[in-house]
């Protein structure tokens, strides 16, 4: 069979016309093949079997549905004799377009994430001269413009429905785009969003949603090349959250080392410094919470005017917002939000910025504030996820010094042991169970650590309880210097300490143990060699828990002294279960 071009043109346009009829009655279409004509076109039958999805999903048909035979509007397309096969270059046999497109879908692995996104958007716009278009990327079980073209640039979108809907997965499968109406408090101007969701499988990973009225026909292409493309969106996605993620290690690590050097003079400033640099920021602010007069203090500000830290404008308009609700916001333009105008002597040189809460489990402790970040790039989802990476850290610098300031006013309440200078027993195990909390719901991985110093009987014995005073402050120096920012160490009782490490792998940990170990062995004790035991328990899906952990980290402790002492055993290593 073939069929001239005019033919399947007048084809096309009578189907358009059969569906546009069908919709407007919000029926469905039944194809029937029994007049004369010898073959209807397979294109057809498709574009009607979609039509028909996608009508009885929207607005189920009412009754039987209207029985249109496809054949009445239809040309009969005549027996004809095949036509020669001639060989031809494949160059020669493909149209202008077919090439764009296969140049344009080569090109798409050689770019970053970022760039291939927009480049899509670019694609499909011109392609069908379409002019609100938006990508939006899936974070945590959310939908969220990432970049966006044509009208919808600089504009945000707030989808009320989960990557994981039903709906969206729905629409991947039956290859049919998700409508969905804009909220409006009138029923006028009402603009329909075209959903087309991209993803492997049943995980749906991003979408591009499109503004612009499509007729059925651009909603099939469109989803032609959302499925095409769905695999090397895929692969670069991974790219980049491999490099993200490895970058992110380094700088919070970096971090956690800067930590490390803040002096308790400037506590207060340096911490605030670090983040800001770490954000990108040339303008921040820190504020606590202030038990007593329920208001948030101004600790530190950086890039702002002393007049203003003093008079007590920083966090009206949206710390304590963001403290109270204990969330982070993040706002491309800030003229948009309806928020009051800041002080014009303020002099912020971009309309970007982001509030984030400082928590400890789920009680807030304090907001940082982040503004201008230089070139006026904007705060994104990306920014939020960033500070979440380091907030822990940020939490337990902060926690230490408030609970050092407090011991000198609740005498009852002391955290810190008056021999080595480390945190006592009570503060750990305080910070444990909170750290377990956090590890249980956001998945971060965690260990806990403890230490015995080997054969400290005989050293007491041998040179008086002096001399052991002086080498269990040694023990507590060398540990604390071996230690990261993050890292949490204490007094456990007698001669044993233990040491929370948050954010740490089993892995991780039983090397800064062996770090431990190897630094107090080569110490300078002034009477005779000192080492230590050391066992290590990490949070894994079967332990997790308060009591589980440090009874792991005890046997583990206790194996290491049975094996010979000075080393380290990790619970695992020596075949530990729950409830062992």
Request: charged fraction near 30%; aromatic fraction near 6%; charge should be neutral.
């Amino acid at each position: 069979m073939s069929a001239s071009p005019a033919t399947l043109d007048r084809t096309a346009r009578q189907v358009e016309e059969l569906i546009a009829n069908a919709r407007s009655q919000k029926k469905a279409i039944t194809v029937k093949t029994d007049a004369p004509i010898r073959t209807t076109p397979k294109e057809i039958s498709n574009v009607v079997e979609r039509f028909n999805r996608e009508i009885r999903r929207d607005t189920p048909p009412t009754g039987e549905p209207e029985q249109i035979r496809v054949e009445q509007v239809v040309e009969a397309i005549p027996e004809a004799p095949p036509a020669p096969v001639v060989a031809a270059p494949v160059a020669e046999r493909r149209s202008p377009q077919t090439q764009a497109w296969r140049s344009f879908f080569g090109s798409l692995l050689k770019s970053d994430y970022s760039t291939a996104c927009e480049t899509i958007l670019d694609f499909v716009g011109d392609r069908f001269a379409l002019k609100s278009l938006v990508w939006l990327d899936r974070h945590d079980n959310r939908l969220e413009n990432t970049v966006a073209i044509g009208d919808m640039k600089n504009r945000k979108i707030r989808l009320g429905i989960a990557a994981d809907d039903h709906r969206l997965i729905e629409a991947a499968e039956s290859e049919i785009p998700l409508s969905l109406g804009e909220r409006s408090g009138t029923t006028k101007g009402v603009r329909t969003m075209n959903l087309f969701p991209i993803g492997v499988g049943d995980e749906i990973s991003a979408a591009i949603a499109v503004l612009d009225t499509l007729d059925v026909a651009v909603k099939t292409q469109i989803v032609k090349v959302c499925r095409s493309l769905a695999p090397q969106i895929e692969i670069l996605r991974l790219r980049f959250e491999v490099k993200e993620g490895e970058a992110l290690t380094l700088a919070v690590k970096r971090f956690g080392q800067n930590l490390k050097k803040i002096d308790s003079d400037d506590f207060w400033l340096r911490l605030l410094q670090s983040s800001a640099e770490m954000m990108r920021s040339e303008r921040a602010s820190l504020l606590i919470h202030n038990d007593r007069s329920e208001k948030l203090d101004v600790k530190a500000v950086v890039g702002v005017k002393e007049w203003t830290k003093n008079n007590g404008e920083i966090g009206g308009r949206v710390a304590r917002l963001v403290f109270d609700k204990n969330k982070a916001v993040a706002v491309a333009d800030v003229t948009k939000t309806g928020l009051p105008p800041a002080n014009p002597e303020r002099q912020y040189k971009t309309k970007s910025f982001m509030s984030c809460p400082i928590s400890i489990g789920d009680r807030a402790i304090g907001v940082m504030n982040f503004t201008d970040k230089p070139g006026g790039e904007t705060f994104n989802r990306s920014s939020i996820d960033l500070f979440q990476a380091i907030a822990p850290q940020l939490a337990v610098a902060i926690d230490r010094a408030s609970f050092k300031h407090k011991a000198g006013e609740l005498a009852q309440i002391s955290v810190t042991d008056s021999l080595t200078g480390l945190l006592n027993r009570r503060y750990i195990e305080a910070r444990l169970a909170e750290e377990i909390k956090r590890s249980n719901r956001h998945g971060f991985p965690m260990s806990f650590m403890m230490l015995d110093v080997d054969h400290f009987k005989s050293y007491n014995d041998e040179f008086g309880h002096p001399a052991g005073d002086e080498a269990l402050k040694l023990v507590g120096a060398v540990i604390r210097d071996t230690l990261r920012g993050a890292d949490v160490a204490a007094r456990f009782g007698g001669e044993e300490f233990s040491i929370l490490l948050p954010q740490t792998t089993a892995e991780e940990a039983l090397a800064i143990g062996e770090r431990i170990r190897h630094n107090i062995e080569h110490a300078n004790f002034q009477h005779r060699l000192v080492t230590v035991s050391i066992g290590v328990a990490s949070c894994s899906a079967e332990l997790c828990v308060s009591a589980d952990l440090v009874s792991a980290a005890d046997q583990a402790l206790y194996e290491s002294k049975r094996r010979g002492r000075n080393r380290v055993l990790s619970f695992e290593e020596i075949g530990g279960r729950r409830n062992v």
